[in-house]
């Protein structure tokens, strides 16, 4: 997702929509909230050293570079926004106010996340 690779990005919700079991909609979605939020935090910091980065956000040095590209595919705005994105399609999921697929989910809100 940080990349912004819609190619791949779909294939990974094809995949997702079609193990639904191993890959249950609630926790896909906690995770890329638990992403977006660490960069939100990247975003936020005035040191963007990869060590400062790595303790700030909670992740292996290893991984920064991920968040450094990342930053520039989403701009603090467009992660805020990407944010509220997860929430509704969170209550969505857990049936309030929609009837959708989780395959139509997913690709909703891949849709809204990466346009």
């Known amino acids: 997702m940080g ?10 919700i094809n995949y997702f929509a079609e193990n639904p079991k191993s890959n249950p909609l609630v926790m896909t979605i906690s995770l890329l909230n638990g992403f977006f939020t660490q960069l939100l935090l990247f975003h936020g910091l005035k ?5 400062s980065v790595s303790k700030k956000i909670g992740v292996h040095p290893y991984f920064v570079d991920e968040y450094f590209l ?11 926004q990407t944010i509220a994105f997860l929430r509704d399609a969170d209550v969505k999921s857990k049936g309030v106010g929609a009837s959708q697929s989780q395959r139509d989910l997913l690709k909703e809100l891949l849709f809204k996340i990466l346009h």
């Open 70 to 80: 990342a930053a520039k595919n989403y701009p603090m705005r467009k992660v805020a």
């Open 3 to 12: 990349a912004k690779n819609v190619v791949k990005a779909n294939k990974i």
């Open 47 to 51: 040191d963007k050293s990869k060590l």
